[in-house]
Antibody, heavy 120, light 108 residues
Framework: EVQLVESGGGLVQPGGSLRLSCAAS????????MSWVRQAPGKGLEWVAN????????YYVDSVKGRFTISRDNAKNSLYLQMNSLRAEDTAVYFC?????????????WGQGTLVMVSS | EIVLTQSPATLSLSPGERATLSCRAS??????LAWYQQKPGQSPRLLIY???NRATGIPVRFSGSGSGTDFTLTISSLEPEDFAVYYC??????????FGQGTRLEIK
């Protein structure tokens, strides 16, 4: 069974940092692009970042560029999101999701999500 | 950035009825549009990709159509478990990958 399990969320003060993890199982992790998508409380979905199979290409939404870094460890079947200089508007549930490839960007499946709250 | 506008914001229907949800793009996305279903407290689930292809395990009552700027998700006969929020997403021109704001399908 394909499974994605996020962890690392929590309460952090504005300006703080947090590192999210996503553990993948049930498929060949190193063969897929991976993504982070977030959802603010009561709001819609927002794509955050994508990373290529070998980590050589990374893309971000403008609002997180220079603050967030997506990475992966294929030996550990894990995806990461390092979040620095966090702002109140970063408060959201963060989902990791599998992407078939750069030419077929849809998200399937999704993890259960991890909640990040940025507040003083 | 391609903006996706979904309509209506809320759709109230009864089980057994036909649901038609719309997604309009600010510029052509060819057929590079996907649809997702999200139930309360759950993560989204892929329903349709490339406008009209059902994802694995998705019931045949779900169908997608359209190309260019206008797309439709149709649920032929609503089951109780279909009441949820539906999002469209484009991959034609990215970054950024963008989603619509969602349509809430509620029981009448």
């Amino acid at each position: 069974e394909v499974q994605l399990v996020e962890s690392g969320g929590g309460l952090v003060q504005p300006g703080g940092s947090l590192r999210l993890s996503c553990a993948a199982s049930g498929f060949s992790f190193s063969s897929y692009w991976m993504s982070w998508v977030r959802q603010a409380p009561g709001k819609g979905l927002e794509w955050v970042a994508n990373i290529k199979q070998d980590g050589s290409d990374k893309y971000y939404v403008d609002s997180v560029k220079g603050r967030f870094t997506i990475s992966r460890d294929n030996a550990k079947n894990s995806l990461y999101l390092q979040m620095n200089s966090l702002r109140a508007e970063d408060t959201a549930v963060y989902f990791c999701a599998r992407v078939p490839d750069a030419a077929n960007i849809w998200f399937d499946p999704w993890g259960q999500g991890t909640l990040v709250m940025v507040s003083s | 950035e391609i903006v996706l506008t979904q309509s209506p914001a809320t759709l109230s229907l009864s089980p057994g009825e036909r649901a038609t949800l719309s997604c309009r793009a600010s510029q052509s996305v060819s057929s590079y549009l996907a649809w997702y279903q999200q139930k309360p407290g759950q993560s989204p689930r892929l329903l349709i990709y490339d406008a009209s292809n059902r994802a694995t395990g998705i019931p045949v009552r779900f169908s997608g159509s359209g190309s260019g700027t206008d797309f439709t998700l149709t649920i032929s006969s609503l089951e109780p478990e279909d009441f949820a929020v539906y999002y469209c997403q484009q991959r034609s021109i990215w970054p950024p990958i963008t989603f619509g704001q969602g349509t809430r399908l509620e029981i009448k």
